[in-house]
């Protein structure tokens, strides 16, 4: 709209939007579980859940709404723009997470420092970082969230329905996590490197086994800074992603994992 001596009056521009969007429910990937029976069962569908179905569902997908690529024998290829991973601290009664969730969330606000952020995601502080990194605390109809950033990184802490702790890491860039993995060097050798992540959605495996630390330290950072006498009646098995905790916390499930596509 632009503003004349006259009143205002609309004039014609291009669109900012460069992508098409489509939405599926899908009988596979659309479902949301409203309630779990067996933690064990759902764990090891988190646990094994595979990028090559999903590329072959998208491939589907684009079979069927872009038709045109099998005539010019053209394929997509599919790369991960944003990522989370998000761990679900299931309580047994919502009065037993808000006995402590104030405590967790002063914690969060006043004790975590720009050193305690880096450790999260692994990372180390030193004086050649420049980039953003800080703590918001943020008041929501759903309930109240602080959230760690550090680049294009963050770790977000929030209450579901007043009876679910969620920790949740997201990366606008995926590249900002590293892991070993087979490089291809110049000269056709193929070695193994500590080397940044690949956008890729074969990286979901790789990035689920990288970001269940972080997730794990910062859930250990505010149970020892905020409530220590759980830290004595916890016991933690498959690497701390299938976690069962006498008292108050029932089961911690590492379980969710939404990505934005790109083609």
Known sequence: MTKRAGGPILRYDDGKCLHYYFYFIDEDLGLCYTAVADWAAAQKLSDNWDPAFLHR?????????????????????????????????????????????????RTAIHTVKPDDIATF?????????????GNRYNVRIEGTRVRHSMGMASIKMYDKFGQILRIET?????????????????????????????????????????????????????????????????????????MRRRGHIAVLTSSTKTTKLCS
């Open 121 to 133: 995601p692994g990372k180390k502080l030193n004086g050649n970082y420049h980039d953003e990194m």
């Open 57 to 105: 569902k998208l491939d589907r997908f684009s079979d069927q709404y872009c038709p045109i690529l099998r005539q010019i024998e053209e394929s997509y290829r599919w790369s991960v723009d944003e990522a989370e991973y998000a761990a679900d601290i299931v309580f047994r009664r919502q009065a037993d997470l808000q006995a402590i969730y104030g405590n967790l969330i």
């Open 170 to 242: 997201t990366a606008k860039d995926i590249s900002f996590f590293k892991h070993y993995r087979e490089v291809e060097q110049r000269n056709g050798e193929a070695t193994m490197k500590f080397t940044p992540m690949k956008k890729t959605i074969y990286s979901l495996g790789a990035l689920r086994e990288v970001w269940a630390r972080p997730t794990a330290a910062t859930w250990s950072f505010y149970r020892l800074s905020t409530i220590p006498a759980m830290a004595s009646t916890s016991s933690t098995k498959s690497r701390g992603r299938s």
